[in-house]
């Protein structure tokens, strides 16, 4: 863990907000026509894969800890049990995907929980913490503002 007064590298600041492009572009490519299906399906697959990626990070931040808190290796596993069940209306051909990406957006900014909790206990970063708001809510509000354009 970074020492609590230590900062984030640049790249670790920009290449997470860069993050947030992918779901822009989706934002934006909703409104046509043509692009419509894809965008959607396109947000709902990154907002999957991201959602995923934050259980992993929790599940490292565990590991590299000396006395993880019980909860916290559960708690990292749902983001993936989420982000699969979340396409599951698809592969059976129900609604989708607005309330699968209303779940994920929601699963996102909810995971910020997650990171307090991780924060007070000094497992996380002030640093990283501030990161990780930044970037779940940006993602969750994308994601649940593409659900209720779905």
Same mark, same amino acid.
Not at 80 to 99: C, D, E, R, V
Not at 102 to 107: H, I, S
Not at 117 to 131: E, P
């Given at each position: 863990?970074?020492?609590?007064?230590?900062?984030?590298?640049?790249?670790?600041?920009?290449?997470?907000?860069?993050?947030?492009?992918?779901?822009?572009?989706?934002?934006?490519?909703?409104?046509?026509?043509?692009?419509?299906?894809?965008?959607?399906?396109?947000?709902?697959?990154?907002?999957?894969?991201?959602?995923? +990626?934050?259980? *992993?990070?929790? $599940?490292?931040? %565990?590991?590299?800890?000396?006395? @993880?808190?019980?909860? &916290?290796?559960?708690?990292?596993?749902?983001?993936?049990?989420?982000? +699969?069940?979340? *396409?599951?209306? $698809?592969?059976? %051909?129900?609604?989708?995907?607005? @309330?699968?990406?209303? &779940?994920?957006?929601?699963?996102?900014?909810?995971?910020?929980?997650?990171?307090?909790?991780?924060?007070?206990?000094?497992?996380?970063?002030?640093?990283?913490?501030?990161?990780?708001? &930044?970037?779940?809510?940006?993602?969750?509000?994308?994601?649940?503002?593409?659900?209720?354009?779905?």
């Amino acid at each position: 863990m970074l020492a609590p007064g230590k900062s984030l590298p640049p790249s670790a600041l920009w290449l997470g907000l860069a993050g947030l492009l992918p779901q822009t572009l989706c934002l934006v490519l909703v409104f046509d026509d043509q692009h419509r299906f894809s965008a959607l399906a396109a947000g709902w697959l990154y907002a999957a894969l991201i959602f995923s +990626f934050l259980g *992993g990070v929790w $599940w490292g931040l %565990g590991v590299a800890d000396e006395r @993880p808190p019980a909860w &916290l290796f559960p708690i990292a596993v749902l983001p993936s049990l989420i982000a +699969f069940a979340s *396409g599951i209306p $698809w592969m059976i %051909g129900t609604t989708w995907p607005g @309330p699968s990406m209303l &779940l994920l957006g929601a699963g996102l900014i909810l995971a910020l929980f997650v990171d307090r909790a991780l924060f007070r206990r000094q497992i996380m970063s002030a640093a990283m913490f501030r990161l990780r708001i &930044l970037l779940s809510a940006g993602l969750g509000s994308l994601t649940l503002a593409l659900g209720l354009l779905a």
